[in-house]
Nanobody
C-alpha cells in the first residue's frame, strides 16, 4: 500500500503562485508515476501533470502548460506542484495520485487539498 498526503492548498489571488506538496509513504517504489489531478464539483476528474520517480519525465495538461511545474524530491519521497499565474478557473480540489509504470490506472490517491483563487 502507498499512502499519499497532500498539503499546501489555500487562498491565493489571481495571478499569484501556490505550491502543493504530496508526501508518499508506505510501499513506495521508484517504478511509480506520480500525478496531480483536480476535480471541481459536478465535473469529471481532470489530469493536471505527472512525473516519473526515475528520470523525472513530465507530462502536463494543455491548460496548465507554462504555468504549472511538477517536480520531485526522491530523498523526501515528495512530489510538488508549483502553480504560477493562477486563474479563477484553477480553483478546485487537487489530488495527488500514484500508479506503476506501464499501468494506466492510478491506484493510490490522496485526500485532496483545496485551492481557492480570488479574482
Amino acid at each position: 500500500q502507498v499512502q499519499l498526503a497532500e498539503s499546501g492548498g489555500g487562498l491565493v489571488q489571481a495571478g499569484g503562485p501556490l505550491r502543493l506538496s504530496c508526501a508518499a509513504s508506505g510501499r513506495t517504489s521508484s517504478t511509480y508515476v506520480m500525478g496531480w489531478f483536480r476535480q471541481a464539483p459536478g465535473k469529471e476528474r481532470e489530469f493536471v501533470a505527472s512525473i516519473t520517480w526515475i528520470g523525472g519525465s513530465t507530462s502536463y495538461a494543455d491548460s496548465v502548460k507554462g504555468r504549472f511545474t511538477i517536480s520531485r524530491d526522491n530523498a523526501k519521497d515528495t512530489v510538488y506542484l508549483q502553480m504560477n499565474s493562477l486563474k479563477p478557473e484553477d480553483m478546485t480540489v487537487y489530488y495527488c495520485a500514484a500508479r506503476k509504470v506501464g499501468v494506466t490506472k492510478y491506484n493510490y490517491w490522496g485526500q485532496g487539498t483545496q485551492v481557492t483563487v480570488s479574482s
